[in-house]
Every structure is written in C-alpha cells, then in structure tokens.
C-alpha cells in the first residue's frame, strides 16, 4: 500500500462518519459518540499527513504552495472541530456549524485526492510513497494515543 491509498481510506471512512452525524439529533449519546470518534480521526489524521506527507512536499518547490494551502485548511478545520466540541449539541448552532464543517472538509480531501495527489505522484517515487505509509500509520497511532482523553465531549460522556 502507498501513501495515496492508505489516505484515501481515511478520506472514505471520514465522509461515512461525517454523513452518519448529519443524521444524529439534539444532545444524544449517539452524537457524542460519533462526533467524539470523528473529531480524534480528523485531527489525527491531518497531523499524521502534515508529518510525513506534506512534511515531504514542502521541499519541492512545486508543491510548496500547495502544501501551504492544504495545512492552513487542516487549522480551519481543527479550530471548527474545537468549537464544536465546547458547543451545546441540543443547539440548533450545533448541527448548522457541523454542516459547514463537512462542506469545507469534503472540499478538503477532494482536492487532495484530485489535485494534491497527482502532484505530489511526479515529485515522490513509487518507494518512498510505499515507506510513507508506513510511516503515516505509525505517527496516526502515536497521534490518536496523544490525543484519547482530551476532548471535551469524551469528559462529560
Ligand atoms: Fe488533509
Ligand atoms: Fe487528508
């Protein structure tokens, strides 16, 4: 497996989870949940692509701007994710900032899969997008183990 192939399965798994909490309603242990389970996937997800992925791209000169462009939508979402996490679910707010969320996070991996990859295919080789993987799956877990604990919606579950 290469590094396009293993982030394009969290890509599939996030927009199933994204789709399923569109579905939740008002304060229930449902919601807390998935969002919970989403919020640490995203997150962990980005920061593992910023340290093996982009890590890369930033150095060639033809992905640089891109690269840039990418990370600064992972903080847009992060800060998003955070406000939503310190939000009342049973707000009629929750649901409409999580909407914007998901519209802002679908054109995210979109344009990873459509426009990122592509590029980064020209700069990277078959082998090192093979060690990426790797790699991004270890610094996922790392990232995942770091993180388990300190939302908010997990405190008062
Ligand atoms: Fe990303
Ligand atoms: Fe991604």
């Known amino acids: 497996m290469d590094i396009y192939e293993r982030i394009k399965i969290d890509h599939d798994l996030q927009r199933e989870m994204m789709d399923k909490?569109?579905?939740?309603?008002?304060?229930?242990?449902?919601?807390?949940?998935?969002?919970?389970?989403?919020?640490?996937?995203?997150?962990?997800?980005?920061?593992?692509?910023?340290?093996?992925?982009?890590?890369?791209?930033?150095?060639?000169?033809?992905?640089?701007?891109?690269?840039?462009?990418?990370?600064?939508?992972?903080?847009?979402?992060?800060?998003?994710?955070?406000?939503?996490d310190e939000m009342d679910m049973s707000?009629?707010?929750?649901?409409?900032k999580f909407e914007t969320l998901k519209h802002d996070l679908t054109h995210h991996i979109d344009e990873e899969e459509e426009d990122v990859f592509p590029m980064a295919k020209k700069l990277i080789s078959g082998k090192e997008a093979e060690e990426m993987a790797k790699e991004f799956e270890k610094r996922?877990?790392?990232?995942?183990?770091?993180?388990?604990?300190?939302?908010?919606?997990?405190?008062v579950a």
Not at 30 to 55: C, G, P, V
Not at 91 to 96: N, P
């Open 21 to 84: 909490i569109m579905e939740t309603h008002g304060d229930s242990d449902e919601r807390r949940r998935l969002f919970s389970e989403f919020k640490l996937e995203a997150d962990s997800h980005a920061n593992a692509e910023e340290q093996t992925f982009y890590a890369d791209l930033i150095d060639h000169h033809d992905s640089q701007e891109q690269t840039r462009h990418s990370v600064a939508e992972h903080k847009e979402t992060c800060d998003l994710l955070d406000e939503l």
């Open 140 to 155: 996922k877990a790392i990232e995942q183990k770091d993180m388990c604990g300190k939302s908010h919606v997990r405190k």
């Open 91 to 96: 707000s009629a707010g929750w649901i409409k």
